[in-house]
Nanobody, 123 residues
Framework: QVQLVESGGGLVQAGGSLRLSCAAS????????VGWFRQAPGKERNIVAA????????DYAASVKGRFTISRDNAKNTVYLQMNTLKPEDTAVYYC????????????????WGQGTQVTVSS
C-alpha cells in the first residue's frame, strides 16, 4: 500500500507558476507509475500528466502540454508538477495518484489517491 500526500497548491495570478509535490510512503515507490489529475467544480476529474517508475516516459493532457512538467525523485519518494504560465481555467483541486504498476495506464484509474490540493488562478 502506498500513501500519497500533495502539497504546494495556492492562489496565483494568471501567468504565474506553482510547483506541486506529491510525497509517497514506502520503499518501493519507483515501482509505481504516477499521475496528476485535476477536478474543477462541477466537472469530471481528468488526467493532467503521468510518469512511469523510472521517469523515462511521460504524458500530458493537450491543455497543459508545454506549460506543465511532471518529474520525480525516487530517492525522495516524491513526484512534482511544475506549472508555468497558469491560466484561470487551470483552477481545480489537483490530485496525485499511483497505479499498481511500473507503467501508468491512461485507460484505467489509479488505485492509490492523495487528498488533493487546491490551485486557484486569478485573472
Amino acid at each position: 500500500q502506498v500513501q500519497l500526500v500533495e502539497s504546494g497548491g495556492g492562489l496565483v495570478q494568471a501567468g504565474g507558476s506553482l510547483r506541486l509535490s506529491c510525497a509517497a510512503s514506502g520503499r518501493t515507490f519507483s515501482r509505481y507509475g504516477v499521475g496528476w489529475f485535476r477536478q474543477a467544480p462541477g466537472k469530471e476529474r481528468n488526467i493532467v500528466a503521468a510518469i512511469n517508475g523510472s521517469a523515462a516516459t511521460t504524458d500530458y493532457a493537450a491543455s497543459v502540454k508545454g506549460r506543465f512538467t511532471i518529474s520525480r525523485d525516487n530517492a525522495k519518494n516524491t513526484v512534482y508538477l511544475q506549472m508555468n504560465t497558469l491560466k484561470p481555467e487551470d483552477t481545480a483541486v489537483y490530485y496525485c495518484a499511483a497505479w499498481d504498476s511500473y507503467y501508468y495506464t491512461l485507460s484505467r484509474l489509479p488505485s492509490h489517491w492523495g487528498q488533493g490540493t487546491q490551485v486557484t488562478v486569478s485573472s
